[in-house]
């Protein structure tokens, strides 16, 4: 489960215009995670498979929507404390900088966190 996705930024969507995009993406077997799922005024993520990055860029650019990609490493953790701060540990000890984290908690069990670094390869060979 844990893997290199990309990540793509809409600047400020709400909540509708951001779930447009997803469906527009589904036309073309794109499946997304959409964060967050309100309206908050702020940047909207979703993430995509690396794999159909190609697919994302033409259907966005063909939607006139306009965003930024970054390619980052998709964690599920167990929801308690200290787990991200032990990830981030091992991603340190390995002798990769951590430059990017978001987490969100989809339940009770378990968040997932968005990691990016100067070598995602190798951050994501140590967890």
Do not use: C, W
Not at 52 to 60: A, F, H, Q, S
Request: charged share 30%; aromatic share 6%.
């Amino acid at each position: 489960m844990n893997r290199i996705v990309t990540e793509l930024f809409l600047e400020k969507p709400s909540f509708e215009e951001a779930s447009k995009v997803a469906k527009s993406l589904e036309e073309v077997q794109v499946k997304t995670i959409l964060l967050p799922p309100e309206n908050r005024g702020i940047n909207t993520h979703l993430v995509v498979e690396q794999a159909d990055i190609e697919k994302v860029r033409e259907k966005l650019k063909s939607l006139s929507v306009a965003f930024q990609e970054k390619d980052v490493m998709l964690i599920r953790l167990e929801n308690k404390p200290g787990t991200m701060a032990e990830v981030a540990m091992k991603v340190s000890n390995s002798g990769v900088n951590l430059t990017y984290a978001f987490s969100v908690t989809m339940d009770e069990a378990y968040s997932f966190v968005l990691l990016g670094s100067d070598d995602n390869e190798k951050a994501l060979s140590v967890l």
